[in-house]
């Protein structure tokens, strides 16, 4: 398995829009792998494989605490078929932007379908982590960002930081 750079923001890539997966071969099967040991390397609660440059729509997740087993969940097109009146705010983090944190309303709990790695349809209730981390994963997918959730001030705001954390960065390295 291989440890893939993730893309960070503010990026175009990260607003296109990802294609359906015609067939779950070994391919997929390998990225949601390489997925799944990027995420962990970065200690990330989910990761979709347009945060590494594929237009695909594979996400994986596992939010099984930190001193528990590991629960890694991979999802090949995973859709939202339904979600709770209800919802809730949550302190929203994501790998593609370091260390920025922010509020985000989305409904407490989701209906999911999705193909397994074996690409056998499933459906999943989830609530909770669960049910966050999946929108999250999701909405990249449609070229979301969890920062479009926002007022256009905060993101603006953030988006600043990531611009000034990326500088930083390119200094470092030089
Ligand atoms: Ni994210």
Not at 100 to 129: C, K, M, Q
Request: charged share 30%.
């Amino acid at each position: 398995m291989t440890v893939m750079t993730v893309i960070h923001a503010p990026d175009p890539r990260l607003q296109v829009v990802s294609e359906a997966v015609g067939c779950v071969d070994d391919d997929v099967r390998r990225l949601a792998d390489d997925l799944l040991e990027t995420m962990y390397a970065e200690k990330g609660l989910g990761l979709s494989a347009i945060q590494v440059g594929i237009p695909r729509r594979i996400i994986v997740v596992d939010v099984a605490r930190s001193d528990g087993a590991l629960q890694p969940l991979k999802l090949v097109n995973p859709a939202v078929t339904g979600s709770s009146q209800e919802r809730v705010e949550f302190d929203e983090g994501c790998l593609s932007f370091p260390e920025l944190f922010a509020l985000v309303e989305r409904p407490a709990s989701v209906d999911i379908t999705y193909l397994d790695e074996n690409g056998a349809g499933r459906e999943l209730h989830a609530d909770g982590l669960l049910a966050r981390c999946l929108q999250h994963e999701i909405d990249h997918l449609d070229g979301i960002l969890f920062v479009d959730h926002l007022s256009a001030l905060r993101r603006r705001l953030i988006l600043r930081k990531m611009i000034k954390w990326k500088k930083a960065r390119l200094r470092d390295i030089a």
